[in-house]
């Protein structure tokens, strides 16, 4: 990945969120939540400095969003904190407004599509 490019061009929170840096490493921790990352990492992929990071992961952890899973040679690593409700809802909210988005982007012949498709009964 290109050091200076961000991992998404534009999440659903930072769109909600108007390119708000907590937002911006939200988004990069809920898309990429298979693995954990350090605070370079995710400076790196969200866009922002690593000062950033630094001072918003604490504020993420105390509100128990991300959670601190290992520490590699000095690199404390993080991930989304899926296993408590504040999480798991905030995933489902990213995911919701994504949904929102793309639907926004979707041709009208394709919106009635669906619509007729959710009114058949299986």
Not at 13 to 41: C, H, M, P, R, V
Not at 85 to 104: C, D, H, P, S, V
Request: proline share 2%; hydrophobic share 40%; net charge positive.
């Amino acid at each position: 990945m290109n050091k200076d490019a961000k991992a998404l061009e534009s999440g659903p929170l930072e769109s909600l969120f108007s390119g708000n840096a907590t937002a911006k490493i939200l988004d990069f921790l809920i898309t990429f939540q298979d693995w954990d990352y350090s605070e370079s990492d995710i400076a790196n992929n969200a866009g922002v400095s690593v000062r950033t990071v630094q001072r918003e992961i604490s504020k993420l952890a105390r509100y128990r969003l991300v959670t601190l899973t290992r520490t590699v040679g000095k690199a404390k690593m993080y991930k989304l904190e899926k296993s408590r409700k504040t999480g798991f809802f905030l995933e489902k909210l990213a995911l919701a407004l994504a949904g929102t988005q793309i639907e926004k982007m979707l041709p009208k012949d394709v919106k009635s599509m669906k619509k007729q498709l959710s009114m058949i009964k299986v």
